[in-house]
């Protein structure tokens, strides 16, 4: 099993900025791809970003390509998602997931294991 935490959301003014944290514990996959999603109310859960565990490219949704930037620090097995220039548009609840091997991909049910979720809103 692996166990996915988020942290860092919160309340936040259009055009500012928040970074989430996702910290990964349990077991460990020696290739896997941890995505972002977020889910806003009556809305299907959606991709946000994902990174390459293993040599680190990234992958971002069109909707926050050139705002958010996806990272991971590899020792303590956290990622991250940076926010920036954020819009109204980007309230939701924020996931970090994880699926094995080194694809990636932005459909929900191909990953294998999701964190509790944390809500970022933004005020216009």
């Known amino acids: 099993q692996v166990q996915l935490v988020e942290s860092g959301g919160g309340l936040v003014q259009a055009g500012g900025s928040l970074r989430l944290s996702c910290a990964a514990s349990g077991r460990t996959f020696s290739s896997y791809v941890m995505g972002w999603f977020r889910q806003a109310p009556g809305k299907e859960r959606e991709f946000v970003a994902a990174?390459?565990?293993?040599?680190?490219?990234?992958y971002y949704a069109d909707s926050v390509k050139g705002r958010f930037t996806i990272s991971r620090e590899d020792a303590k097995k956290m990622a991250y998602l940076q926010m920036n220039s954020l819009k109204p548009e980007d309230t939701a609840v924020y996931y970090c997931a994880v699926r094995s091997g080194t694809t990636i991909n932005i459909l929900p049910r191909q990953y294998n294991y999701w964190g509790q979720g944390t809500q970022v809103t933004v005020s216009s």
């Open positions: 990174i390459r565990w293993s040599g680190g490219s990234t």
